[in-house]
């Protein structure tokens, strides 16, 4: 199974748009596929960056975007509200997975590296040209050859 990003992070591109939103969790401990997207913690800064891309794209869909500064101050007067409902979430104990080793992250690295490195591999050695010339040329060398060394037809 390749699983190699099959895009950018935060590009707009025309395939299924996801987001992903952490409660409680590190971009760290999400794996792949999840892990190709860009990820959202429920920090203030960056739930208003999600917030104004999902306006944007709203507005590449044709649909009515609002302007940075509407964003913002629609942003600002709901933001303490949405802060209250995702302490209350998290407050809420349940059952987490634990945390991803260091070791199992080194190897998820290691493999993307890998793959990386098998789609960009260069050839080791340059391929040869063999150059063959032709007929014409051959003859036309051969007598530009007797014409130098004076055994050339006399005119």
Known sequence: MDSSPPFSSRAYVKVPLLC???LDLKPTDIKDPLSWFQATTTDEV???KLIHDLNDLVGAAGGRALSPK??????DTFWPRLKGK???????KTKVAPAR????MIEETLQIVRE???TVATPKE???IKVRRSETDLIRASLDEEVRSGQGVNR
């Open 46 to 48: 960056e739930v208003g």
């Open 20 to 22: 992903t939103f952490l």
């Open 86 to 92: 995702l302490e209350r979430i998290l407050s809420v």
């Open 126 to 128: 340059p391929p040869q």
């Open 70 to 75: 509407d964003i913002d101050e629609v942003f």
């Open 101 to 104: 080793s260091p070791n199992e």
């Open 116 to 118: 990386i490195r098998e």
